[in-house]
């Protein structure tokens, strides 16, 4: 009998102890296997992240100590002193030494930006995701002036300090929970709400976590080494030789369906309809058609630009510029399916629609300048 009471207080307690689990925000969690796709994930160079430069002393424990509003500045302080950005149309060379004879180890490009590590007679080393080099000074901006670019190309993330947290619909502990981050997650920040709660993007929502679990960093486009230039070129040039071939095989087939029934115009091929309609459905599922299509106008300004890559695919996964590719959220649509709207909006803008003109760039309305359509912002 004495057995038996054991072992039902041992199970008690131990439902006890999941019920304090669930109900505090900061929740453990377990690692897991993310599935693989064969869609690279493009970087962001975390420009002023823990990472990318020695702490010491109890520099981490003070900074853990800051309120939100303290960690913002602290970040803004070392942005003046510790950024460089790229000031190109184009390209950037990065070289191995602090020479226009040294051997290029990569390319900035426009919008990128990286961590000084190191200085020379005109020369500035640099660190930005994998690349790490010299760059001319002639070249490059610092101080108020890069963080000016910075502040324009770039954004905030938002990283958390605790193993999970819930993400709430309103800026309270007695919320409804919308979802879970885990450490390795990162979220697009859009402002502090109060002392107590900041506002994210969450899978196309807008989302409240408590700002005691969170850290903040600023991030802008990295480049590219050499070794990566030449992964990009090879994956490009054998998705170039696919679609050619299909576009031949399509051409025949419209060819013989013409005989006896008119098919219609086909403007890309289906790859790179689906591939389109799952960047909207990701980046503006949860907006109007014409804000789709705004998204979709957008990729299309970028491959007729000659700022940015030339291909739907490359300028979906160019370095950090959709957190969603980046993620691997875009390769999950892909592959699952994606709302027929979604599709008719891919379809629109790669016949030539736009609802925001010539805009390269778009962002969740912040109050920057710019075209606001929905809940974003477009310029």
């Known amino acids: 009998m004495n057995k038996l009471k054991n072992q039902m207080f041992l199970q008690s307690l131990f ?135 910075a502040e324009d190309v770039g954004h905030w993330m938002v990283t958390l300090n605790s193993e999970a947290v819930r993400v709430r619909k309103d800026p309270s502990s007695d919320a409804e929970v919308l979802g879970i981050m885990s ?8 402002e502090i709400v109060n002392d107590n709660w900041i506002s994210i993007e969450y899978e196309g929502k807008l989302g409240y976590l408590d700002a005691q679990y969170i850290d903040v960093t600023f991030q802008v486009d990295e480049g590219e080494t050499m070794e990566q230039v030449k992964t990009r070129e090879k994956i490009e040039e054998q998705l170039r030789k696919e679609a050619e071939e299909k576009a031949a095989k399509e051409a025949v087939q419209r ?31 949860n907006q109007s058609y014409e804000g789709m299509v705004a998204v979709g106008a957008v990729v299309m300004n970028r491959v007729k630009s000659p700022a940015y890559p030339n291909t739907i695919y490359s300028v979906i996964y160019a370095s950090g510029q959709f957190t969603p590719a980046r993620s691997g959220k875009v390769a999950r649509v892909y592959e699952s399916g994606m709302p027929d709207i979604c599709l008719q909006a891919a379809v629109a803008a790669l016949n030539g629609e736009t609802t925001v003109g010539g805009a390269t760039h778009f962002r969740r309305n912040n109050g920057r300048p710019g075209y606001v359509l929905g809940d974003h912002v477009f310029w």
């Open 15 to 149: 439902v006890v102890a999941g019920i304090v689990l669930w109900m505090s925000d900061p929740m453990p969690v377990a690692a897991f296997e993310k599935n693989s796709y064969d869609f690279p994930n493009s970087g962001i160079a975390t420009v002023l992240s823990p990472s990318s430069f020695l702490i010491e002393g109890n520099e981490e424990e003070e900074t853990a100590n800051l309120n939100i509003s303290e960690k913002f500045e602290k970040e803004k302080e070392r942005m003046l002193t510790e950024i460089a950005m790229a000031n190109v149309s184009n390209t950037l060379n990065v070289r191995a030494e602090a020479s226009e004879d040294s051997e290029k180890v990569g390319y900035l490009y426009r919008d990128c930006g990286g961590t000084i590590i190191d200085t020379a007679d005109g020369w500035t080393k640099i660190k930005c995701g994998a690349l790490t080099g010299w760059c001319s000074n002639d070249y490059l901006l610092f101080g108020d002036e890069a963080v000016a670019m």
């Open 183 to 190: 450490k390795a997650d990162y979220a697009d920040f859009i």
């Open 255 to 285: 060819a013989i369906g013409n005989l006896t029934n008119n098919r219609g115009a086909v403007p890309a091929d289906a790859d790179e309809i689906r591939l389109l309609g799952a960047l909207i459905y990701c980046e503006a599922g």
